[in-house]
């Protein structure tokens, strides 16, 4: 089964769609790079942003964790910094799939 991953991001005011193209180069960008099978963008009552990666296992995501995976094209890192407010520096959740219904 699959390893998913949940990150959270405050996003400042007005930077809410700077933040939301960004993130979507990143993702494509950790895909790319790091082997990640892709992540979805929820947005939550408290106002936060909660990123959900899916891997295809724990050693894959500990790996690019581990490398401190980054959006590696500069003007994409840069986009996504500038729009944040806060943010955690671990992950929020990480979980061993277990049962699948989303497919």
Same mark, same amino acid.
């Given at each position: 089964?699959?390893? &998913?991953?949940? *990150? ?13 193209? /960004? ?5 494509? @960008?950790?895909?790319?790079? *790091?082997?990640? @099978?892709?992540?979805? !963008? ?9 990123? &959900? %990666? ?12 581990? /490398? =401190?995976? &980054? *959006?590696?094209?500069?003007?994409? =890192?840069?986009?996504? &910094?500038? %729009? ?8 929020? !959740? !990480? ?5 699948? @219904?989303?497919?």
């Amino acid at each position: 089964m699959t390893f &998913v991953a949940a *990150y959270w991001w405050r996003v400042k005011s007005g930077k809410e769609e700077q933040f939301r193209q /960004a993130w979507r180069r990143g993702t494509e @960008l950790i895909r790319q790079r *790091y082997g990640s @099978l892709g992540s979805r !963008l929820h947005h939550d009552e408290e106002g936060r942003f909660i990123g &959900v %990666a899916e891997w295809p296992d724990k050693q894959t995501w500990q790996r690019a964790f581990d /490398a =401190r995976m &980054v *959006y590696d094209d500069p003007e994409t =890192r840069a986009s996504f &910094v500038d %729009a944040l407010e806060d943010w955690a520096d671990e992950p929020l !959740l !990480l979980m061993e799939v277990t049962d699948d @219904l989303l497919g």
